[in-house]
């Protein structure tokens, strides 16, 4: 059995692979935190070999309600994603699998990865009605990036909206993602109306040093960002902070903080 970790959002320690029936991995904690549920790895072993994975410490997770009727995210693509029953007895998280190919990937929610998010950047700066703007860096170097959707010289109302503040908390930015789709669709006739109107600050990954290092819920310092936003620093919180400056710099009328919910 081969498991790795060793890719952008990965998240599993392995225990002891010897036995394809008695998989015993670990979830690690946030780097500089002790929260921890998220998990992202790759199975690889024989075609037709069954495998039975047990991750040990799913008891100690930050939100063990989430466990019960967990079903884990499963893909031999890394496009298409599907659903796998797992068990959840005496703080151990446990599923199955028959390799139909060698390799597969299981994470907690569907990834959003930061190849696609960049993806999300380029594609949205097409629209016109769009601009694309750094508003500075992370700790881990990652660009804080800013989208400005405005269809109109006069907007009568500003709304802000960040996604992932927890990086663990992937369909934040999948909805983001929605989102856009929706407002830059000129086909959308109740898009394009309310883009007369209204302008959109969007934040599609508050927290991308968290994202790319498997994080559950803080940043590379070990910040949990949501709770940062009464006195943030460049030093622990940069994320935060360079949002909020730009917040306070423009005004807003409708503030959106897009999160996931570890524990439904
Ligand atoms: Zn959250």
């Known amino acids: ?21 008695n998989i015993q991995l670990e979830i690690k904690p946030d780097n500089a935190s002790d929260f921890f549920q998220w998990f992202y790895f790759r199975l690889e072993g024989e075609v037709g070999q069954t495998c039975r994975v047990h991750i040990i410490n799913a008891g100690q997770a930050s ?69 694309l703007e750094t508003l500075g860096q992370t700790l881990d170097g990652h660009a804080m990036s800013l989208l400005h959707v405005c269809g109109t010289d006069t907007p009568q109302h500003t709304v802000w909206l960040i996604a992932r503040q927890h990086p663990g908390e992937t369909m934040a930015e999948w ?46 310092a070990g910040a949990n960002l949501n709770r940062e936003w009464q006195s943030p620093t460049m030093e622990y919180s940069p994320e935060v902070y360079l949002v909020r400056e730009k917040m306070l710099a423009v005004g807003g009328d409708l503030f959106l903080d897009i999160h996931g919910d570890e524990a439904l």
């Not at 059995?1 to 029936?21: E, H, R, T």
């Open 1 to 21: 059995m081969v498991i790795s970790d060793k890719f952008d959002g990965g998240n599993i320690s392995v225990i002891d692979a010897s036995d394809p029936l």
């Open 63 to 131: 939100y063990t309600d989430g466990w019960k009727d967990y079903k884990v995210c499963t893909s031999w693509s890394r496009e298409d994603w599907f659903r796998t029953p797992t068990e959840y007895n005496n703080g151990i998280l446990s599923f199955d699998i028959t390799l139909e190919q060698n390799a597969v990937y299981f994470s907690f929610f569907q990834p959003f990865s930061h190849e696609r998010h960049l993806d999300l950047l380029s594609w949205a700066q097409e629209d016109a009605r769009l601009n």
């Open 175 to 220: 909805f983001i993602e929605g989102l856009l789709e929706a407002l830059l669709d000129r086909d959308n006739s109740q898009a394009t109306q309310l883009l007369q109107t209204t302008e959109f600050y969007i934040v599609p990954n508050m927290n991308p040093d968290g994202s790319v290092r498997g994080n559950l819920r803080t940043n590379a």
